[in-house]
């Protein structure tokens, strides 16, 4: 996608609100009682490797973690 339409999809996305304000949507919604925010949503804010491991010789856990999510979300803006 061109810069140009990333950002204006952004934008149309976010109203009038600035880009560092809505940054914290995902943290307002994951304390609503929804099944996605309580059930799923929540691994979405963090990635755990243990000490001396690496996150590729792990790969991300089953129900996702901050790096699939942002894979995930990326996937859809686009």
Request: net charge positive; proline share 5%.
């Amino acid at each position: 996608m061109h810069i140009v339409a990333a950002r204006e999809t952004v934008a149309n996305n976010i109203g009038n609100e600035s880009l560092i304000d809505a940054s914290g949507w995902a943290d307002q919604q994951r304390a609503k009682p929804s099944a996605f925010w309580q059930r799923q949503g929540n691994a979405y804010h963090y990635v755990t490797v243990p000490q001396g491991k690496n996150y590729t010789e792990l790969g991300p856990p089953r129900k996702g973690d901050r790096l699939t999510a942002l894979a995930d979300f990326r996937s859809t803006l686009r």
